[in-house]
């Protein structure tokens, strides 16, 4: 069982910063990969970032290269999501997502945290 917390989501105004944390539990030892996903309203679920446990460069959707960066922290089992120039299209619920070793999917998922971009 692994067990996802994410932290950071706020309301701010259009161009300004912002950094969300995903902290992973629990049987995080087969951890392959994190990610970052989002859903607006009305809208699917999309990819916005991932990255590798072990080594290998990030991933990003086209709509956040440039302005997003994904990072992680291998002790804590916490990948973060430092997200720059904030648009009013980036508002959405942001999820945490873990990838198991051998795993062709996401295999947990966190509760999701509201970012606004509103002026």
């Known amino acids: 069982q692994i067990h996802l917390v994410e932290s950071g989501g706020k309301s701010v105004q259009p161009g300004e910063s912002q950094r969300l944390s995903c902290t992973a539990s629990?049987?995080?030892?087969?951890?392959?990969?994190m990610g970052w996903f989002r859903q607006a309203p009305g809208k699917e679920r999309e990819f916005v970032a991932a990255i590798r446990w072990a080594g290998g460069g990030p991933e990003y959707a086209d709509s956040v290269k440039g302005r997003f960066t994904i990072s992680r922290d291998n002790a804590q089992y916490t990948v973060y999501l430092q997200m720059n120039g904030l648009k009013p299209e980036d508002t959405a619920v942001y999820y945490c997502a873990l990838k198991l070793r051998g795993s062709d999917s996401w295999d947990a998922w966190g509760q999701g945290t509201q970012v606004t971009v509103s002026s």
């Open positions: 629990g049987r995080t030892s087969w951890a392959a990969a």
